[in-house]
């Protein structure tokens, strides 16, 4: 018999008193397997969720609008009939409906804002429990196009996951989904007709950062193909002027400095325009909108940042966070990489031209950034939005080099052998020479290997081909074990995590509630 059915059998608590069966469910959550938190209640009916069948199940009881409108099995129980429903994308839509702490909202008011993807849609319960001792928002569904691909899910499956969890744990605090590094009108659409609360538009493409090497006669002539009147309307708005920043700090362009950040930046500035009239603006919902310029090879310098602040000011584009490109490297996974006396410095410019604007700055690949974390934390005056996304995958991993090191084995010689068709999609410094032979090594050294950076960027960034990986007869070779490994082991999982990201909020200087 399954644990919940027990859970409903003998208890003599009445449906309606959710508190006393929270309470009965917290107190024996070995022997029932029902998540206290989940038990709500509306419209008649009364939902929770439990581990079914060697995974999970939302049971709902009752009878309402809400029990006819969920699909799945009747089962008796207690003397009740109880519908068994998957954690599908449609019974996630019903009691998004009838829960609103359900449904993703903006964040604009919020300090600080963090979003935590999560690759296999089992990490964000572990990430709810820190969080909500926590005054930080967090972005619960956070995922690329690019990622999407790679793991082979939906806007719609991420959104769903995020929202599972949320129930689950009776998180009511509010949680982001953020449509991470879209790139085109279509994806910003369709994260947007799933609900998406935040939307990262990545004008990579639309950068040309080849202009920056320009100068004299090429420089002119590249210029000078720019229409008349954009021309004019920027040079009398940029030339011979000052603009102050907090601190006694100025910004000001050189003629051809301006020429430069314009044929940079212009084609940038028109698309993020035309996404945020056609799409953001006219959606009807408040979206928090997001400019990422940090997918580009040279680091956002202040002047360029404070171009591209004020273009948007101009066009009365509304942006809540803006990702510059900082100098250093923010490789995956791993701590930063750099000048620190320089980063602190042009972090410091970079959050005035943000304050001066009225935006967040936010921090991408902002995983495993120890070293930075407190200057990231001071020097934005405690408001930022900070992305983490891997490094919720690499503690799978850890926890899967720990209790199962026969699977590791596999994924790490697996990993090894895709690192060079992975190198296309991310760029890593991992230096697989650096990496001990798993061959020598004892079943219980392996998880130090999540201590060694080249080890975890390599596991970081085969994510996908891990997860994909077929069988000639069509089965994963790793993905339903990582899955069933994961749903079993899921207190272990939990707890690396929220210790693993724990450590992220104290150095960001996050306060406990
Ligand atoms: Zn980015």
Same mark, same amino acid.
């Given at each position: @018999?399954?644990?919940?059915?027990?859970?409903?059998?003998?208890?003599?608590?009445?449906?309606?008193?959710?508190?006393?069966?929270?309470?009965?469910?917290?107190?024996?959550?070995?022997?029932?397997?029902?998540?206290?938190?989940?038990?709500?209640?509306?419209?008649?009916?009364?939902?929770?969720?439990?581990?079914?069948?060697?995974?999970?199940?939302?049971?709902?009881?009752?009878?309402?609008? %809400?029990?006819?409108?969920?699909?799945?099995?009747?089962?008796?129980?207690?003397? #009740?009939? &109880?519908?068994?429903?998957?954690?599908?994308?449609?019974?996630?839509?019903?009691?998004?409906?009838?829960?609103?702490?359900?449904?993703?909202?903006? $964040?604009?008011?919020?300090?600080?804002?963090?979003?935590?993807?999560?690759?296999?849609?089992?990490?964000?319960?572990? $990430?709810?429990?820190?969080?909500?001792?926590?005054?930080?928002?967090?972005?619960?569904?956070?995922?690329?196009?690019?990622?999407?691909?790679? =793991?082979?899910?939906?806007?719609?499956?991420?959104?769903?996951?995020?929202?599972?969890?949320?129930?689950?744990?009776?998180?009511?605090?509010?949680?982001?989904?953020?449509?991470?590094?879209?790139? =085109?009108?279509?994806? &910003? @659409?369709?994260?947007?007709?799933?609900?998406?609360?935040?939307? /990262?538009?990545?004008?990579?493409?639309? !950068?040309?950062?080849?202009?920056?090497?320009?100068?004299?006669?090429?420089?002119?002539?590249?210029?000078?193909?720019?229409?008349?009147?954009?021309?004019?309307?920027?040079?009398? #708005?940029?030339?011979?002027?000052?603009?102050?920043?907090?601190?006694?700090?100025? !910004?000001?362009?050189?003629?051809?400095?301006?020429?430069?950040?314009?044929?940079?930046?212009?084609?940038?500035?028109?698309? =993020?325009?035309?996404?945020?009239?056609?799409?953001?603006?006219?959606?009807?919902?408040?979206?928090?909108?997001?400019?990422?310029?940090?997918?580009?090879?040279?680091?956002?310098?202040?002047?360029?940042?404070?171009? &591209?602040?004020?273009?948007?000011?101009?066009?009365?584009?509304?942006? /809540?966070?803006?990702?510059?490109?900082?100098?250093?490297?923010?490789?995956?996974?791993?701590?930063?990489?750099?000048?620190?006396?320089?980063?602190? #410095?042009?972090?410091?410019?970079?959050?005035?031209?943000?304050?001066?604007?009225?935006?967040?700055?936010?921090?991408?690949?902002?995983?495993?950034?120890?070293?930075?974390?407190?200057?990231?934390?001071?020097?934005?005056?405690?408001?930022?939005?900070?992305? /983490?996304?891997?490094?919720?995958?690499?503690?799978?991993?850890?926890?899967?080099?720990? %209790?199962?090191?026969? %699977?590791?084995?596999? @994924?790490?010689?697996?990993?090894?052998?895709?690192?060079?068709?992975?190198?296309?999609?991310?760029?890593?410094?991992?230096?697989?020479?650096?990496?001990?032979?798993?061959?020598? %090594?004892?079943?219980?050294?392996?998880?130090?290997? @999540?201590?060694?950076?080249?080890?975890?960027? &390599?596991?970081?960034?085969?994510?996908?081909?891990?997860?994909?990986?077929?069988?000639?007869?069509?089965?994963? !070779?790793?993905?339903?074990? !990582?899955?069933?490994?994961?749903?079993?082991?899921?207190?272990?999982?939990?707890?690396?995590?929220?210790? $693993?990201?724990?450590?992220?909020?104290?150095?960001?200087?996050?306060?406990?509630?």
């Amino acid at each position: @018999m399954e644990g919940w059915m027990k859970f409903l059998s003998n208890h003599g608590i009445r449906d309606n008193d959710i508190s006393s069966l929270r309470k009965l469910a917290g107190d024996n959550f070995d022997e029932y397997a029902v998540y206290p938190g989940s038990l709500q209640t509306a419209e008649g009916t009364t939902i929770f969720m439990a581990r079914h069948a060697d995974s999970k199940a939302l049971l709902a009881f009752g009878g309402g609008s %809400l029990y006819d409108e969920l699909e799945g099995e009747a089962a008796e129980a207690g003397g #009740r009939t &109880v519908k068994v429903c998957d954690l599908s994308v449609e019974n996630n839509k019903a009691v998004r409906r009838a829960f609103p702490f359900t449904r993703p909202s903006s $964040h604009r008011e919020k300090n600080i804002t963090i979003g935590l993807g999560d690759r296999l849609g089992l990490a964000s319960p572990a $990430h709810i429990r820190l969080i909500r001792d926590y005054d930080v928002f967090p972005v619960l569904a956070q995922q690329s196009v690019r990622e999407l691909n790679l =793991t082979g899910r939906t806007f719609d499956g991420v959104l769903a996951a995020a929202s599972w969890a949320v129930l689950q744990e009776g998180y009511t605090g509010g949680f982001g989904a953020d449509g991470d590094h879209l790139k =085109t009108h279509q994806e &910003v @659409m369709q994260a947007l007709d799933c609900g998406y609360t935040m939307i /990262t538009l990545d004008c990579s493409e639309h !950068i040309d950062n080849k202009a920056a090497a320009l100068s004299g006669d090429e420089l002119e002539r590249q210029y000078l193909s720019l229409p008349g009147e954009l021309r004019q309307s920027l040079e009398s #708005r940029y030339l011979g002027r000052r603009f102050a920043l907090e601190d006694g700090l100025t !910004i000001d362009f050189s003629p051809e400095e301006l020429k430069k950040i314009v044929l940079i930046y212009h084609r940038a500035i028109e698309h =993020t325009s035309d996404i945020y009239v056609n799409a953001i603006k006219s959606c009807g919902r408040s979206i928090d909108f997001e400019l990422s310029i940090d997918e580009t090879l040279t680091p956002t310098t202040p002047e360029s940042h404070y171009f &591209v602040a004020s273009e948007l000011d101009y066009r009365g584009i509304v942006i /809540t966070s803006l990702a510059p490109r900082f100098c250093g490297e923010f490789q995956k996974g791993i701590d930063y990489k750099g000048d620190h006396a320089q980063f602190v #410095r042009e972090f410091d410019i970079h959050c005035k031209i943000a304050g001066k604007f009225g935006y967040k700055i936010s921090v991408h690949s902002g995983s495993d950034k120890f070293q930075i974390f407190p200057t990231v934390g001071e020097k934005t005056g405690g408001r930022y939005h900070l992305k /983490t996304a891997g490094t919720n995958w690499l503690e799978a991993v850890r926890v899967i080099a720990e %209790l199962r090191p026969s %699977l590791y084995r596999k @994924m790490h010689t697996f990993a090894l052998s895709k690192l060079e068709e992975a190198k296309k999609y991310y760029h890593i410094g991992a230096d697989v020479k650096k990496i001990p032979d798993i061959s020598s %090594l004892e079943d219980g050294g392996l998880p130090r290997l @999540m201590e060694l950076d080249d080890a975890r960027q &390599v596991l970081h960034i085969t994510y996908g081909f891990i997860l994909q990986a077929k069988k000639p007869d069509g089965s994963y !070779i790793f993905r339903d074990e !990582i899955y069933d490994f994961l749903n079993k082991h899921e207190a272990e999982y939990y707890k690396a995590l929220q210790k $693993h990201i724990g450590r992220h909020l104290l150095l960001l200087g996050a306060k406990p509630l």
